[in-house]
């Protein structure tokens, strides 16, 4: 693939990460106990709706993994409805791997803490970086900032 090639893929590949459906097909294998199907790259993160309550669902890579500590990106930055949820009350439940609906703390990182999780990320997956990086700008029309969640296990209140 040539550079002039990349940001075709990376519209394309927006454009299929802002497809609703099809990022919702993995939620119902987690639900179902599946999820240890799509190895443990991937969770499930149960939120809370910040004006209903009810429950809600996405999946999403795991792009930092340490003994009880797993990081995600919110690729479409702060505008992630997920993402407002967590940030608007802190409730998640997470699934992955065979570990199902764990209950999690939240801590949403500060700027330099989401810098380097990125760079490390961007490091350790230099191609699959530059296409979500690039695909991520695409859909912020220009430099997207984006924030990373950090889940460790609940604190004793």
């Not at 499930?44 to 910040?50: N, Q, S, T, V, Y």
């Not at 809600?56 to 003994?67: A, H, K």
């Not at 439940?93 to 330099?112: E, F, M, N, Q």
Request: proline residues 6%; charged residues 20%.
């Amino acid at each position: 693939m040539t550079d002039a090639q990349a940001p075709l893929l990376d519209r394309v590949f927006a454009r299929l990460l802002a497809t609703p459906w099809l990022m919702r097909l993995p939620i119902p294998m987690y639900r179902h106990g599946l999820g240890w199907m799509l190895g443990d790259r991937f969770v499930m993160i149960e939120h809370l709706g910040r004006s209903s309550g009810e429950p809600r669902f996405v999946v999403v890579e795991i792009i930092s993994r340490e003994r009880n500590v797993i990081r995600v990106a919110s690729g479409f930055g702060t505008r992630s409805q997920w993402y407002k949820n967590l940030v608007a009350n802190g409730v998640a439940y997470l699934s992955t791997g065979r570990a199902r609906r764990v209950p999690a703390h939240v801590r949403i990182l500060s700027g330099d803490e989401c810098d380097r999780v990125l760079a490390a990320y961007a490091l350790a997956n230099p191609t699959a970086w530059k296409h979500l990086k690039g695909a991520m700008d695409s859909i912020a029309g220009g430099d997207a900032g984006i924030p990373v969640i950090e889940f460790t296990p609940p604190r004793a209140e």
